[in-house]
């Protein structure tokens, strides 16, 4: 650990007020860390940012970790590798489109920290075996503790998400800086620096080598205290209202309009630019960044569960980070690294953008007004008429070739809305939850046959088979094709249970 002097200012005396990280994420499912760590109310900025403007604006020391810088280059990567997953493609992994990766845990979806660990670091050993550069991610420095370490490895997750689909299945003016680590954890840094080249990003190599070298040498003792006088706004550039110093190389997107995929203007400049003032207030053209074009999101890896022990698929996040900014009891700043775990929820919308992108579709039909289903079936046949998936092996049934399905033996009955060359069908059984008050729907797969001319059903099908034998996938269509989708038409993530299950819950 070493601190040095910076500016020659007087430190602020009061401590500023805090809220328990807990209350940040108050809809966190689980949080990795004490959910009772004091932290600054957040101001939309992220928090390596906010800790560098706040501790500079206020006469703050600042504590700097080689987890939370770590964690800021890698998330920079993961979106630059997200944005151009296709050019890094051969670089990364060797298949195509989405590979999945399932983890097997015992018992119901994990509820506390240390099972989601578990979890992580099971995807980030399947993810290792599978793709190559993920080590580059891993916060494995002195001080790194298992939240850091959970923390770097989920943001891999993110950065491969475009290359695979998580499944788990569920059975049985700063006064002062202090640098913590060693000065090996910062060459570490250095080192891993150079390996951004290798995916596309030489400008930004270029630009974050030299501040590397820098904190390689005030870990050692050495600080330039000129080059930290610049980490925030340059001396010579006070009175703009954008930042100029050197952290904001930290951040090879910047915002344009919704997402964050502008890159970052700064890069281009030699490390000891901007120089100067801008002519006025409105010289807009004046080098520099606004807080709010950073990217302050943390890192997500949607995990679909397959709850056998529940007999339901959902879907959850995992988050990790930079998760605000925490004050030491000397009254120092420091971003603080992280993970939770929240609920997702898969938007039936973007399935039917990868349909949509990748198989074969026709326009919504205008006759579709008495389509009987639930949120989601009317979401889909608004944008699509009828479908061919899977070179064939699946096909969406336009609404004028639906049919119900009577169940023998029940009151239940399906309605076919997607047909498959293997001679079954993916139906839809429509039930009454008590509890709720709402209708629910579950998806069954089946093969159906007509109806006997002596059965006394009025319905012109009827299922093949003993409930016993038919599967139920769930109550979530977007859960159930993307499950197709991950997986080539095979369903293979999404039993939830059998039919005949189904009818003894709900015997009418």
């Known amino acids: 650990m070493m601190r040095f002097e910076v500016d020659a200012v007087t430190p602020a005396a009061e401590p500023l007020a805090t809220r328990p990280l807990g209350e940040l994420y108050a809809d966190a499912l689980v ?99 599978k793709a190559r550069g993920t080590a580059l991610f891993e916060c494995d420095f002195t001080t790194s503790t298992a939240v850091e370490r959970i923390a770097g490895r989920v943001v ?30 910062w060459r570490k840094i250095r080192e891993r620096v150079d390996a951004l080249a290798d995916f596309g990003l030489e400008t930004w190599c270029r630009s974050l080598a030299p501040i590397a070298d820098e904190f390689v040498r005030a870990a050692a003792g050495e600080p330039d205290i000129a080059f930290w006088q610049r980490i925030y706004n340059p001396v010579d550039a006070y009175g703009g209202d954008r930042a100029t110093g050197w952290i904001t190389r930290f951040y090879p997107y910047l915002k344009g309009g919704v997402t964050f995929d502008v890159p970052n203007p700064m890069l281009d400049l030699p490390l000891d630019e901007p120089r100067g003032k801008p002519e006025s207030a409105f010289d807009f053209d004046f080098p ?119 169940v023998p033996g029940s009151d239940l009955d399906l309605t076919v809305m997607f047909a498959r060359t293997d001679g079954t069908c993916v139906a839809a059984a429509t039930t009454y939850d008590l509890e709720s008050a709402d209708l629910r729907t579950h998806w069954v797969v089946c093969e159906i046959v007509p109806t006997p001319r002596d059965d006394d059903t009025w319905r012109k099908f009827r299922i093949r088979g003993n409930p016993s034998d038919i599967r139920v996938h769930g109550t979530s269509l977007a859960l159930l094709l993307a499950d197709a989708l991950d997986h080539g038409g095979r369903l293979t993530h999404t039993e939830t249970g059998r039919l005949d299950q189904l009818l003894r819950a709900h015997p009418e």
């Open 156 to 185: 891999a997750l993110d950065a491969y998400a475009e290359y695979f689909a998580l499944w788990m299945m569920c059975v049985c003016g700063i006064p002062a800086i202090t640098l913590t680590g060693t000065v090996e954890d």
């Open 31 to 129: 949080i990795g860390g004490d959910p009772a760590t004091p932290m600054l109310t957040p101001d939309g900025v992220h928090p390596l940012f906010s800790a560098v403007a706040q501790a500079f604006a206020q006469h703050r020391p600042l504590v700097l970790s080689p987890d939370a810088v770590w964690l800021t280059v890698t998330q920079g990567l993961a979106r630059h590798i997200r944005l151009h997953a296709e050019e890094l493609r051969a670089k990364l992994v060797d298949h195509e489109g989405r590979a999945t990766l399932t983890v097997t845990v015992d018992g119901g979806m994990p509820a506390d920290a240390a099972g989601w660990a578990y979890a992580v670091e099971l995807f980030e050993k399947g993810l290792a075996e």
């Open 288 to 406: 520099g960044i606004r807080s709010t074009a950073v990217p302050a999101t943390l890192a997500r890896a949607v995990v679909h569960v397959n709850d056998q022990i529940e007999g339901r698929n959902r879907a959850v996040a995992l988050r990790a980070g930079l998760v605000g900014v925490t004050q030491d009891a000397d009254g120092a700043l420091r971003p603080l690294p992280g993970w939770h775990l929240e609920a997702a929820t898969i938007e039936i919308d973007e399935v039917i953008d990868r349909i949509e992108r990748d198989h074969q579709v026709t326009a919504p039909e205008s006759d579709n007004d008495w389509l009987d289903g639930s949120a989601e079936v009317q979401r889909l046949y608004m944008r699509i008429g009828t479908g061919t998936l899977f070179d064939g092996a699946w096909r969406i049934l336009p609404v004028r070739e639906h049919c119900r399905a009577a």
